[in-house]
């Protein structure tokens, strides 16, 4: 007791992970509590249930920043410290080939966003921010404010497949749609690219003949009601540790991946 950890949630729907998460904080099975719900859009379920629980609300309406841009491009400015190529040589989001000019705008229009993102948590002072069910990429303009020690990163984001499996927007439909024998939800931290961050957590389930989509979305989201919590408990417990891990293969290349390390 006493050292609780402060969390800020980022949500885009209905937010049962977000109730999960602060009904663990309560309870005690999470030593922590939650101190913002923020959104990217205005109707998300998520809110009114930050709101119930007397937690402060915010929206950064996304949609409205990405039509204003395309309406009126060069009345748009992105925030002063924004640095297109810096942005351009991290992100792992668009292949080098992409359309430079689709790149520029989703980046602008992305750090407008998340400038104003960082605005309003900077009033929230909190030790981890967790996406639960946030439906927008964050760039290295938000990744790098916030994760300010790269060695500790603090963005966690629930996924709705076992990755490195189906990452995107649609994890069970793309599991169940691939034909999967075995669904699941990933627990992970983020990084530069979608869904490809060091995994903190995951838990499996079986998938049968019978099973439908929505069968496989409730298996799938009561798995994700326990994980999230658990992998935000060995946070506050500051057991894990990201390590960078480096592997000679067979051909001579040098395969090196970020991982994250539990300790007991
Ligand atoms: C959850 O299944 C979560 O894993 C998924 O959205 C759902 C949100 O449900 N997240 C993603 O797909 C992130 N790319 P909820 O609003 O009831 O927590």
């Known amino acids: 007791m006493g050292n ?38 205005p109707g998300a379920g998520g809110l009114k249930r930050g709101e119930k629980h007397s937690i ?6 996304y949609k409205k920043i990405i039509h204003g841009y395309k309406e009126k491009p060069e009345q748009t400015m992105p925030p002063e410290d924004f640095d297109l190529d810096e942005i351009l040589s991290k992100q792992h989001l668009f292949p080098s080939e992409s359309d430079s000019k689709r790149r520029r705008q989703y980046f602008i229009t992305r750090a407008i966003a998340e400038a104003e993102l960082l605005k309003k948590i900077h009033n929230h002072p909190v030790d981890l921010l967790v996406l639960a069910g946030f439906m927008r990429n964050l760039t290295p303009y938000f990744i790098d404010r916030f994760n300010t020690d790269p060695d500790h990163p603090r963005i966690m984001n629930i996924h709705p497949a076992l990755l490195p499996a189906f990452p995107g927007v649609d994890g069970y439909g793309d599991t169940f749609r691939y034909g999967a024998k075995v669904g699941g939800c990933t627990v992970h931290f983020i990084d530069y690219g979608e869904d490809s961050g060091p995994i903190i957590g995951q838990k499996a389930f079986s998938i049968t003949s019978d099973d439908t989509i929505e069968a496989i979305k409730e298996k799938g989201l009561r798995l994700e009601w326990e994980l999230y919590p658990e992998c935000i408990q060995l946070f506050a417990q500051r057991r894990l540790k990201t390590v960078k891990m480096a592997y000679r293969l067979e051909n001579g290349k040098i395969y090196s991946k970020t991982i994250v390390k539990i300790s007991k």
């Open 56 to 61: 402060p609300t915010f929206v950064v309406d």
């Open 4 to 41: 609780k950890i402060k969390i800020g949630a980022l949500v885009s729907g209905g937010g049962t992970n977000l109730q999960a998460i602060i009904d663990s904080c309560i309870s005690g099975k999470v030593d922590g509590e939650m101190v913002f719900v923020g959104s990217d859009n």
